[in-house]
C-alpha cells in the first residue's frame, strides 16, 4: 500500500481534460515537500513531467500542469491526446519514514 | 546528450548477490545526486536511496538497508548497486536516474532499465 494514494485508472476522450488525484498525508505533501510527476510508458525510461509541484521542464507541452493544497496534488492534462495514454505517478518525500515515495500509479485510457 | 545505462542485470537465486551499474554520459556527473529505482512486475515504481555527488552520503529505504549498497565513482562517470542477501521480492527492473539539483529528489533523466530476477 502505497503512502501517496491515487486512483488506478482514469480515462477521457481525445481533446478533453482530465486530472490525476496524489493524496498524502502531514508526513509528505501536507508537511510541504514537493510533489513531482512522471508519465511511465512500459518498457521505456519514466520521464519528468512536473517537478516542485507546478513547475514543466523543457520539452514538456504545457499541456501538462500540476497544482498542490494542503495534502493533495493535482496533475491536470488538457486536449488529450493518444500518445498520453501511459501510467501517471506522483513522488514526493516522507519525513517519518525519511524516504522518497511514490504513488500507486494511474493508467491513463484515452477512449 | 544526457544518457544514463544500466547494467549487471539478470538471473540470480534467492541468497544471491548481484552488482549493478549505470555509465552517465552527456553531463558533470560528479555535480549530480544520483538515485536508483525499481518496479516490480506489474506493480509501481520504488525509490531505493541514493548518493550525494562525491559519494561522502548516501540514503536508502528500509526494504533494502544492510543489503543493498549505493555508491559511485566519478572518475569512471559510474553509479553503482550492489545487491546482497537478494529475495524474491527484488525481482524488478532497476533504473539509474539523475536528480535536478535543489528540487529535492525530482529525477530529470532515467537509465531504461536492466532486469533482475530472483528465483530458483
Known amino acids: 500500500q502505497s503512502v501517496l494514494t491515487q486512483p488506478p485508472s482514469v480515462s477521457g476522450a481525445p481533446g478533453l481534460r482530465v486530472t490525476i488525484s496524489c493524496t498524502g498525508s502531514g508526513s509528505n505533501i501536507g508537511a510541504g515537500f514537493d510533489v513531482h510527476w512522471y508519465q511511465h510508458l512500459p518498457g521505456t525510461a519514466p520521464k519528468l513531467l512536473i517537478y516542485?509541484?507546478?513547475n514543466r521542464p523543457s520539452g514538456v507541452p504545457d499541456r501538462f500542469s500540476g497544482s498542490k493544497s494542503g495534502m493533495s496534488a493535482s496533475l491536470a492534462i488538457i486536449g488529450l491526446q493518444a500518445e498520453d495514454e501511459a501510467d501517471y505517478y506522483c513522488?514526493?518525500?516522507?519525513?517519518?519514514?525519511?524516504?522518497?515515495?511514490f504513488g500507486g500509479g494511474t493508467k491513463l485510457t484515452v477512449l | 546528450e544526457v544518457e544514463l545505462v544500466e547494467s549487471g542485470g539478470g538471473l540470480v537465486q534467492p541468497g544471491g548477490y548481484l552488482r549493478l551499474s549505470c555509465a552517465a554520459s552527456g553531463f558533470s556527473f560528479s555535480n549530480y545526486w544520483m538515485s536508483w529505482v525499481r518496479q516490480p512486475p506489474g506493480k509501481g515504481l520504488e525509490w531505493l536511496g541514493n548518493?550525494?555527488?562525491?559519494?561522502?552520503?548516501?540514503n536508502s529505504v528500509d526494504s533494502v538497508k544492510g543489503r543493498f549498497t549505493i555508491s559511485r565513482d566519478n572518475v569512471k562517470k559510474s553509479l553503482n548497486l550492489q545487491m546482497n542477501s537478494l529475495r524474491g521480492e527484488d525481482t524488478a527492473v532497476y533504473y539509474c536516474?539523475?536528480?535536478?539539483?535543489?528540487?529535492?529528489?525530482?529525477?530529470?533523466?532515467w537509465g531504461q532499465g536492466t532486469l533482475v530476477t530472483v528465483s530458483s
Open positions: 516542485g509541484s507546478n
Open positions: 536516474a539523475r536528480e535536478i539539483p535543489g528540487q529535492h529528489v525530482a529525477l530529470d533523466y
Open positions: 548518493i550525494k555527488e562525491d559519494g561522502s552520503a548516501t
Open positions: 513522488q514526493s518525500y516522507d519525513s517519518s519514514l525519511t524516504a522518497v515515495v
